[in-house]
């Protein structure tokens, strides 16, 4: 199998440390077809865009750059957070209507959109790092936001589900499997994705392998997404970036 494409990588609007030019150049050495820019939304504290709009800024910028570029497609994506327990991001629908790739994940230190949800999405996850029963709770509460924002907007995929914050894997991909909505290996990142794919698999989800590049010189680094999807037996037909090689 071979990847066309890696839709997760930040520049420097968020917290990556490449500018969009840099990544697409880094993409086109890695002979990528598509790469999309998806940077935190406003609500991650410290990494998030400065405010929503800068999305359109971001969009004028990925223009410019489409026009340098002949061999590949670059996207304006977003990775939107959960703010709020029944499912709710931090961008408006001006917003999301313009992006070509939606994410939505879930992050520790976020603005939550009300005083419960400070509890309920932030709060329960930080006693979750000390106490089994919170860890618990914070499962439910995860896995309940997660699949709010599914049903309420059209999510291409979820990133790195269970790392850092639990979800239940196999709730979330049975609703996913329903809206079209992906899951993400994440390459980016160390934790448990074999777990991840082990419990998602049989509802017969789809996936995307990114690399969640924060510099220019991870993009496209997905081979180690494909070999652990390869060893689970998981077609090509259901990993969205990726096709069957060609010889
Ligand atoms: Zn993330
Ligand atoms: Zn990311």
Known sequence: MEFFADWHTHSRYSDGRGTIEENTAAAVGKGLEQL????????????????ADTFFQIQNEIEAVNE?????????GA??????????????????????????????YIWPCSFNDAWSVVGVNQMAQVSRSYR??????????????????????ISHPNLRMPVDVAE???????????????????????????????SGVNFVVNSDAHFPETVGNLASGGALLERFNIPVSRILNAREARH
């Open 172 to 202: 979330l991909a049975a609703v996913c499997v329903t809206r079209d909505t992906a899951l993400e290996i994440n390459t980016g990142h160390h934790y448990d994705k074999e777990a991840l794919v082990r419990a998602a698999e049989k």
């Open 68 to 76: 340098k570029f002949d061999s590949i497609k670059v996207m304006l």
């Open 36 to 51: 999309a820019i998806t940077d935190h939304c406003p609500a991650n504290i410290g990494v998030g865009v400065k405010d």
């Open 136 to 157: 618990k709770k914070a499962r439910v509460n995860n896995t309940k936001a997660l699949k709010e924002a599914v049903l309420k907007y059209d999510v291409d995929f």
């Open 79 to 108: 990775e939107a957070d959960i703010i709020g327990a029944d499912g709710s991001i931090d961008i408006p629908r001006r917003v999301v209507d313009r992006l070509d790739i939606l994410i939505v994940g879930l992050h520790p």
